[in-house]
């Protein structure tokens, strides 16, 4: 490509508070009858007063202190003016040049990726147009609900390191507790502005792309409408190539807000793209400045723990997990926290064991983090649960993998009594023992299924005395469906390379 992309990311998150920004109505809009949890403040009615939500203001303080931002001491909501149909006074109550915070960055997989602000506002209701396009139905139930707005500085150099950055972003939201950011139900929204530059014309100063002396910058281009980490990777990459498009044909990109069409796979023009002019912000008159103690951001810094990122490194460094591994377990802390108990159950089991699994806690480490993004992620998907759903306790997970370690199952079975745990409960030991799974090792019991395998496939037995050595593979099957599963495979191999070879 003959341009430079330049990428920034606007997001919003609704914030989990009890009530709404301004009024005590509340914080749920989902699940409830259209225009049915308003009331005058929300709806904006004249002569009402807003009064600020403490929580909201904690909690935007908390994110811009997780991402590494200053905090604005003297600080202000400001009014800004646009008219919508779901907005319900005609402006947003928001902030302009005194955000509470700004300045930061978020740092992940080596990449670091510059904030310029982040935000308090207030959301708007919700528009709903029917099939025919005749009528369009407004429902107030979300308008005032606490919005945090994160703006990036436009560092970003391509659509997956987008994608990773939101990702990584609703990570800190959930991890604080601040936001479920769920972008399917909206709880989260991403906005891209992208623009395309030749590579002599700009530079990157204060934070700001600038026109080198002499050059001209292209308009830059707003994505609206992404409601997931795909449609947000989607979309960049399509403006990316339509507006290499345009500049290759010495066409001009017009600075505009465009939206996603998901089912169309493009991007289409919506309007004009606004200035801060053009929302003429002033100082909302109904709520006066405030000033944050230095007492108080500590107290909030307090609550600060260690977010996605850094648990990740961690994992990789303390349990020697692969990175990849690493990745799924820290996607969701609950699920973080089973992982770190269930390991610590395997260590301290070790320990009870003595020199028998010496050295071997890494490797049992990763089979923990195998087993737990393989088989129990599995199940929570089956049945679109969460971690924060899972009955089964850390210590009968890591007693499970002691088990297979032992060898006194084998993983087929280990996946059966998982089963039974992830919709029950229990202990795997008992459930071992209740149905009878142990694995056999050894004995006259095996030996007998041997012998009769050995008996009833004596095409198989020559062709391997023969030397189709990969034959084994199916006596082997043989065998484990004889004993349905319960056979050690490793063992019976080696039992059966010996009589073969005695037979032969």
């Known amino acids: 490509m003959n341009y430079d992309i330049i990428i920034g990311l606007e997001i919003h998150a609704e914030l989990n508070t009890k009530s709404k920004m301004f009024c005590s109505c509340l914080n749920k809009s989902d699940y409830l009858q259209p225009n049915t949890n308003v009331c005058p403040v929300c709806l904006g009615h004249p002569g009402t007063l807003p009064v600020p939500n403490k929580s909201a203001i904690k909690k935007t303080i908390l994110s811009s202190l997780a991402l590494n931002c200053q905090i604005n001491q003297e600080t202000k909501f400001d009014r800004k003016n646009y008219f919508y149909p779901d907005l319900p006074k005609g402006y947003q109550i928001s902030q302009y040049d005194k955000p509470f915070g700004n300045d930061g960055y978020l740092e992940f997989d080596n990449e670091r990726i510059e904030i310029e602000r982040i935000h308090l506002e207030e959301d708007t209701g919700k528009i709903f147009h029917d099939k025919d396009g005749e009528k369009t139905l407004i429902d107030f139930n979300r308008a005032g609900t606490p919005l945090l707005e994160m703006v990036t500085k436009p560092t970003i150099k391509d659509a997956l390191q987008a994608k990773l950055f939101c990702q990584n972003f609703q990570k800190v939201l959930r991890y604080l507790n601040i936001s479920s950011a769920d972008m399917e139900k909206g709880e989260m929204r991403c906005e891209a502005n992208v623009s395309l530059q030749k590579k002599d014309a700009w530079k990157y100063e204060d934070g700001e792309i600038k026109a080198k002396k002499g050059k001209k910058l292209n308009h830059k281009v707003e994505v609206k409408n992404i409601n997931s980490f795909k449609a947000l990777e989607k979309a960049i990459n399509f403006e990316i190539k339509r507006q290499s498009e345009l500049l290759d044909k010495n066409l001009e990109i017009v600075a505009e807000t465009r939206g996603w069409q998901e089912k169309r796979g493009e991007t289409i023009s919506q309007r004009k793209k606004e200035t801060a002019a053009d929302y003429r912000y002033f100082k909302e008159p109904d709520i006066p400045g405030f000033y944050i103690e230095d007492e108080k951001i500590l107290n909030i810094k307090k609550q600060l723990i260690e977010l996605s990122m850094d648990k990740k490194k961690r994992f990789i460094n303390q349990y020697g997990i692969k990175p990849e591994s690493a990745d799924i377990l820290v996607s969701d802390k609950l699920l973080a926290d089973f992982y770190e108990k269930t390991v610590s159950e395997l260590g301290a089991w070790i320990e009870a064991e003595g020199d028998k699994y010496a050295r071997q806690e890494k490797k049992l480490a990763q089979t923990a983090a195998n087993w737990i993004n393989g088989g129990l992620i599995k199940h929570l998907k ?28 084998n993983s087929n079975i280990a996946q059966d009594i998982l089963s039974i745990m992830y919709k029950k409960g229990g202990d795997p030991s008992d459930i071992m023992d209740d149905l009878g799974l142990e694995q056999i090792d050894s004995g006259q019991e095996l030996d007998k299924v041997i012998i009769r395998i050995i008996e009833e496939n004596k095409k198989q037995v020559k062709e391997y005395q023969s030397g189709k050595l990969a034959v084994i593979k199916y006596l082997i099957g043989q065998v484990m469906a004889a004993t349905k599963g319960k056979a050690n495979p490793k063992i019976v191999r080696e039992v059966l390379e010996e009589k073969l070879k005695t037979d032969k």
């Open 382 to 409: 089956a049945n679109k649960k969460t971690a924060k759903d899972l009955i089964i306790t850390a210590e009968n997970m890591a007693e499970l993998i002691s088990l297979v370690w032992q060898g006194k199952i």
